[in-house]
């Protein structure tokens, strides 16, 4: 292996273990704010939470192409979030034989809140200026982004 070459791997699994320490810090304060809206609330449920505040009213099998789970796990998480007055298994407008699943209002301020505290709560990233943001949520796009997904595999 030439210098550049050792030099380039390295690099690698130096970013590599920045992103598995950065996940693991970014799950642990999901859990936390999973708990802040209700403290039986799993982390997957935030995560459907979220999900819909985003994408609005879905099918169950589009939230779970989304998420890339089974339908089943959908509909397990779906019920509880039922139960906790989260989210509301409405019949669809387009199809009222079809039932897509909604956010109560009351889980649509409650997610607004945690969506934004993650990044802003902890000052990690205070000293950054705006062009520095938009830099590194553009490296974090190319990183997930389908092309770059498919070229790995």
Same mark, same amino acid.
């Given at each position: 292996?030439?210098?550049?070459?050792?030099?380039?791997?390295?690099? !690698?699994? %130096? *970013?590599?273990?920045?992103? #598995?320490?950065?996940?693991?810090? @970014?799950?642990?304060?999901?859990?936390? &704010?999973?708990?802040?809206?209700?403290?039986?609330?799993?982390?997957f449920g935030l995560k459907m939470?979220?999900l819909l505040k985003r994408e609005?009213?879905?099918?169950?099998?589009?939230?779970?192409?989304?998420?890339?789970?089974?339908?089943?796990?959908?509909?397990?998480?779906?019920?509880?979030?039922?139960?906790?007055? !989260?989210? %509301? *298994?409405?019949?669809?407008? #387009?199809?009222?034989?079809?039932? @897509?699943?909604?956010?109560?209002?009351? &889980?649509?301020?409650?997610?607004?809140?945690?969506?934004?505290?993650?990044?802003?709560?902890?000052?990690?990233?205070?000293?950054?200026?705006?062009?520095?943001?938009?830099?590194?949520?553009?490296?974090?796009?190319?990183?997930?982004?389908?092309?770059?997904?498919?070229?790995?595999?």
């Amino acid at each position: 292996m030439t210098p550049q070459e050792l030099g380039r791997t390295k690099a !690698l699994h %130096e *970013v590599e273990e920045n992103l #598995r320490l950065l996940t693991e810090t @970014v799950r642990s304060r999901m859990r936390d &704010a999973a708990k802040g809206i209700d403290p039986t609330l799993p982390l997957f449920g935030l995560k459907m939470l979220q999900l819909l505040k985003r994408e609005g009213p879905l099918h169950s099998g589009a939230a779970a192409d989304l998420l890339m789970v089974d339908k089943s796990v959908i509909s397990r998480q779906s019920r509880q979030l039922e139960e906790l007055g !989260l989210i %509301e *298994v409405q019949a669809d407008p #387009r199809d009222g034989r079809a039932r @897509v699943l909604v956010l109560t209002p009351a &889980a649509e301020e409650r997610v607004g809140a945690v969506q934004t505290g993650i990044m802003l709560d902890s000052h990690i990233l205070d000293d950054w200026s705006a062009e520095e943001l938009h830099e590194f949520a553009g490296y974090l796009s190319r990183l997930r982004s389908p092309s770059t997904l498919a070229d790995a595999s």
